[in-house]
C-alpha cells in the first residue's frame, strides 16, 4: 500500500535571498551572546557526558532531533560513533520507544540546543557531523532572526562542526544557510533527497504529498 500525505509546501512573502541576510550573519559573529544557559541543559549535557563516559571516538549530533527516527537511522550508520539527538520537547522524545532501534552507541536527550551548542564548545567536543533536519523555516520575510543562521546560536554552531547535514523542504532555506556558511569559512553542495528510506516523519510526509525534500551538506571551502 502506497502511503499519501497531505502536507502543505512552504508559503513565503520572500522571493529571494534576504537583503539583511549577510549583516545579521556578520553582526552575530563579531558579538559575544550574553545569553544565560538555562539550568535544566546544563543538567541535560552533564548528563549526556555520563553517558559519554569519557568516549575519545568521534560524536554525531542530531539536533532537534523530534522523535528520534533520525538518531536511531544516523546511529546505525556511523556504529564507531556516540550519536546524541537533542530535542527540547519531552513529549517528542517521550514518543522515541516507537523508533528505538536497540543500538547501544546513541541516545537523545532532552534540552535547548542554543544552550547545549555553547556548552559543547567550551568542552571543546570532538563532533564528526552535524544533523538539522527539518527545521522549522519560519518562512515570513520578518522571520529571518528565527532562523538558525540569522540568529546568535550561528556562532556556537559553525564553532562546533564544520560538517553539517540540512534538510528542508524550502529550498531557499539552504540556500541562504549556506551563504551564511560562507562567512565562517564553509562550502556547501545541495541536492534533492532520493525517494527511499526517509530519516524523519516529517520527510516521510512530504515526500508522501509529492513535495520535494533537499540537503546540503558543508564543509570546510578549498584554497
Known sequence: MVCQGNSRTVKSNQEGIHHKLDALVMRYKQTESKRPVSEHTREAFLAVEDWLDGWQGDIILDSCCGVGQSTA???AGYPDCKVIGLD??????GKHSHYQSGADNYAVFRADVNDFWRLAVQGQWSVKKHYLLYPNPYPKSSQIQKRWYGSAAMVDLMALCPVIEVRSNWLLYLQEFAQAA????LS???EKVAKGQPMTPFERKYLASGQACWKLTTGKAKD
Open 73 to 75: 537511522t544516523i546511529a
Open 88 to 93: 527540547k520537547s519531552a513529549m517528542r522524545l
Open 182 to 185: 560562507t562567512h565562517y569559512g
Open 188 to 190: 556547501g553542495e545541495i
